[in-house]
């Protein structure tokens, strides 16, 4: 089987890109299963209902959260009617919304993981504590995390913890694709960060004299996605899905 993971949706321009591209991208590669990372999906961080839906119409399976997830006011409601949109698993109990969905493709069965590093984050769970006991939970060897973290050595350090756990282990959040894919131990696809789809010329989406004003004199200012073309960014994970083990891992790049 093939899963196709989407890096950050920057806005409606990411929203844009993917609406006119995603079949064509699931055409070539032959996907079975989409995960989309939407925590910035929404016009002002975040990720709303409007946001959600067009994710989840355009071809998302499910849509995977960050340290914006509850950027927009009133979205707990949207996290605890809506399975298939998750926040980071490490929230602390009683937080809105789930980090975990077990999707039931008969007779297979995926596990897709919202998690959170905590390096230059909010201060949440550990968690390393709680992969451990969603991997117990998950009941099916094909597990998928999105890890959402800022620093690249907690990112290694997660790949190298999960290397035979789980299938893949890709890290969002910093808007920039990297080139380190590789498969761990012979079983875990890992890519420090899968990148975005919005525009490429921009500062992580952002315009870029906005960006740069705000760096230089900081000095509030209010940031708007950039007209610029748009790209998307993203990784085809192939996997055995009687084992749980991924033996193939691609970045895509389509502009």
Known sequence: MKVLFVGDVVRSAGIDILEKNIYKLKREHEIDFTIVNGENSAET???????????????????????????????????????????????????????????????????????????????????????????????????????????TSEKKGMG???????????????????????????????LTDVGMCGPELSVLGIDSDIAVEKMKYHTPVTFKASSNPSFINAAVISFDEKLGKAYKIERVIMR
């Open 160 to 190: 190298h913890y999960l290397t035979g756990r789980v299938t893949a282990l890709i890290g969002t959040h910093t808007h920039v694709q990297t080139a380190d894919e590789a498969i761990l131990g012979g079983h875990t696809a890992y």
């Open 45 to 151: 961080n975040g990720i709303d209902r409007r946001s959600y839906e067009r994710l989840i119409q355009l071809g998302a399976d499910v849509v995977t959260g960050g340290n914006h997830s509850f950027q927009q006011r009133g979205c707990e409601e949207l996290y605890e009617r809506e399975e298939t949109l998750l926040r980071p698993a490490n929230y602390p109990e009683g937080v809105a919304g789930s980090g975990m969905y077990i999707a039931d493709l008969f007779p297979v069965k995926i596990a897709v993981i919202s998690l959170m590093g905590t390096v230059g984050l909010e201060p949440l769970d550990n968690p390393f504590f709680c992969i451990d006991k969603l991997i117990e939970q998950a009941g099916t060897p094909n597990i998928f995390v999105d890890f959402h973290a800022e620093a």
